[in-house]
């Protein structure tokens, strides 16, 4: 088992992600903290620390938003703990602890603290898991208190977050008088397994396996439990899943039998991120072959080329094989963030590129997507097409032509925070003999892996050039794993200016040697623009192309090629790339010859459209909508 290298370990000095590392640290940060109060003008009100403040007895009122508001407030704390580890900041601890302070002050005895049902009324708590997220919210600020516990060695929300797990254990179990249920959001079974592998507590692994041994056996537990409230049995099941009720969360047969991904995409990724945390941990490898066997789907058959996964709005869910539509497609920034968090996990226990390259293309595209370069204004949604009048006039579309400023669901805000502030736990893993080196991001390490001191600094301009050079800083022996990219159609590794023939397993270049201080590794990775297709089973992108340069998708823009994109087409292999360190923050674009239908004909004729040559201009994906609403395609008519 591979584990991610400490983020105190790690120094990141990338000119690409320093600059978006230092963005959700100076900005987002404190704009996020805002936007929990309540202090933005002109954005959606979140009522997360007024729900606190009522919940402690501080303030009357009544509960507003979303029944896990809560939330909000954990994955912020989560996203500062882990800035804290790699920047300390006094002030914003300060604003940290008293934010827990506030919090603790709103647990009840028993550990139990959700302001959800503190404010609503305890005796409804653990009567609705289906739908009403009390598992969720305890899983979230499991991580959050762990994130903070290790970055500052405060104990204070570390005991909070064990008190609320001991009320879980004390209330679920198979034991006769507990209740024998699970989320109907999944993510419980993460903060569990984090709270483990930090306290040791085996009771807490244990209730994590238990959560996803007892998904979606019969009798079914949601069906006993909306009976007791006289409720209708699935809202969403009915709605979606008639055949096969709880399909939307994923409980409609036992986790081992599930053998491709369904329903709300969030939900079934952090349920295989957990069951690869709690088998790994547990000593149940069913759990891990299971996780895989839908991973594997996803990535082969229900993957957007953007590493964005939910395809529909409806249920915010998967829909089946190869339905992958540009432009009303769901895509939300969480689900491409657990992707990255499921491949990660996958990858730890067994090494295999496939997982990096799956964390590389949703980091590099459908991640970085959700925010703006300013770092103020989120996407909920990411589709591959964007036509704003259909967008805004349409009722039927969920997709948003512009970032927000925040939204009244808030998920994906402080999920893209936590990503950018952790990023180092994508970098590196390492076990007892070897070092992974998963993300070619520029950093300095200096660690205690493989039973050794090792330091080493390595250097990268990713995602522009594919040039990588890691510089050893003491002497060590061990097993070096570089991986290959998957864009990567051949490679050069040197050591020392000595060109080397590494061994390739599993899609990792192996230098298993000893290694002298100052001893220099290179790898040249040549980053070619790709004209990629699809497969013939995907109908939307017959006849369409869509670039790659390395691990970055591109796009049209209005703003550089003028309006009606879907009347241009590019001429395949024609492709000039030039470095912009003025635009978008810095970025390589991509010019192709082209051409577009003309004219202004009547709405059905026989008559031809002119033909005119243009000049096509492609920029980063993830950078779109910078500079105001307009049309995005990925992609485009081949010519």
């Not at 959800?116 to 409804?124: A, C, R, V």
């Not at 254990?169 to 397994?193: C, T």
């Not at 930090?198 to 537990?221: M, S, W």
């Not at 869509?546 to 309006?563: F, H, I, K, S």
């Amino acid at each position: 088992m591979y584990r991610s290298l400490p983020l105190k370990d790690i120094h990141i000095t990338d000119p690409f992600f320093t600059a978006r590392i230092d963005t959700a640290r100076q900005v987002t940060i404190p704009y996020m903290w805002e936007t929990l109060n309540d202090r933005i003008p002109g954005v959606a009100p979140s009522h997360c620390i007024e729900n606190f403040e009522i919940a402690a007895g501080l303030k009357q009122g009544e509960f507003h938003g979303f029944w896990f508001q809560d939330t909000d407030l954990w994955k912020w704390l989560e996203g500062v703990g882990y800035s804290l580890a790699t920047h300390p900041d006094a002030e914003l601890e300060k604003t940290a602890d008293a934010a827990i302070d506030l919090a603790e002050k709103a647990q009840q005895p028993d550990g139990y603290l959700d302001t959800y049902y503190i404010i609503k009324g305890l005796d409804k708590r653990f009567t609705n898991l289906r739908d009403n997220h009390e598992m969720y919210v305890a899983g979230h600020m499991f991580e959050a208190a762990v994130a903070y516990y290790q970055a500052t060695g405060k104990r204070k929300i570390l005991d909070m977050a064990c008190r609320v797990a001991d009320c879980f254990d004390a209330n679920f179990g198979p034991e006769e008088g507990k209740l024998h249920g699970y989320p109907g959001h999944q993510e419980i079974e993460l903060g569990l397994a984090k709270l483990y592998q930090v306290t040791g507590e085996e009771r807490y692994i244990k209730l994590a396996k238990y959560f996803l041994d007892v998904r979606g056996h019969q009798p079914h537990y949601y069906d006993e439990e909306s009976l007791k409230r006289g409720d209708k049995p699935s809202f969403w099941g009915q709605l979606r899943y008639p055949q096969a009720p709880y399909t939307y969360n994923q409980a409609h047969k036992p986790v081992r039998e599930q053998k491709e991904a369904n329903g709300h995409s969030v939900r079934q990724l952090y349920m295989l991120s957990g069951m690869a945390d709690v088998g790994e941990m547990a000593g149940d490898p069913t759990l891990v072959e299971a996780a895989e066997t839908v991973f594997q789907n996803i990535i082969h058959k229900q993957m957007y080329i953007t590493g964005g996964v939910g395809s529909t709005h409806e249920g915010e869910a998967f829909s089946f094989d190869y339905d992958l539509p540009p432009e009303r497609c769901y895509t939300e920034t969480c689900a491409s963030i657990a992707l990255a968090m499921t491949a990660s996990r996958l990858n730890r226990i067994q090494p295999n590129s496939c997982y990096g390259d799956t964390v590389e293309r949703a980091l590099y595209n459908g991640i970085l997507s959700g925010v703006s370069l300013d770092g103020t204004k989120y996407f909920y949604i990411n589709p591959l097409e964007v036509w704003p009048d259909r967008c805004l006039r349409r009722q039927d579309m969920a997709v948003d032509p512009e970032r927000q400023g925040w939204f009244g669901c808030a998920c994906c805000p402080p999920n893209v925070l936590r990503t950018l502030t952790g990023l180092g736990a994508y970098i590196y893993a390492a076990n007892e003999d070897g070092l992974l080196v998963d993300q070619y991001i520029a950093s300095q390490v200096k660690t205690h892996a493989c039973g050794q001191d090792i330091a080493f600094t390595m250097e990268a301009n990713f995602p522009w050039q594919g040039n990588v050079k890691i510089t050893m800083d003491s002497a060590t022996t061990f097993k070096l794993m570089l991986r290959k990219p998957y864009w990567a159609a051949n490679h050069s590794l040197t050591v020392n200016g000595e060109k080397v023939e590494a061994a390739l397993e599993n899609g990792y270049l192996i230098l298993d040697r000893a290694f002298a201080a100052g001893d220099v590794i290179e790898l040249a990775l040549p980053m070619e623009v790709r004209f990629m297709n699809a497969s013939s089973r995907v109908p939307n992108y017959v006849g369409k192309t869509a670039l790659m340069r390395g691990p970055v998708v591109y796009c049209l823009e209005q703003v550089d090629n003028g309006g009606q994109l879907w009347n241009l087409a590019v001429e395949t292999g024609s492709a000039q790339v030039e470095h912009h360190a003025d635009l978008l923050c810095g970025v390589t674009t991509i010019t192709c010859q082209g051409q577009r239908e003309a004219g202004d004909s009547d709405l059905y004729t026989q008559q031809l459209p002119d033909v005119q040559p243009q000049q096509l201009t492609f920029v980063p994906y993830y950078a779109w909508g910078n500079r105001g609403m307009g049309e995005m395609m990925v992609w485009v008519h081949r010519k």
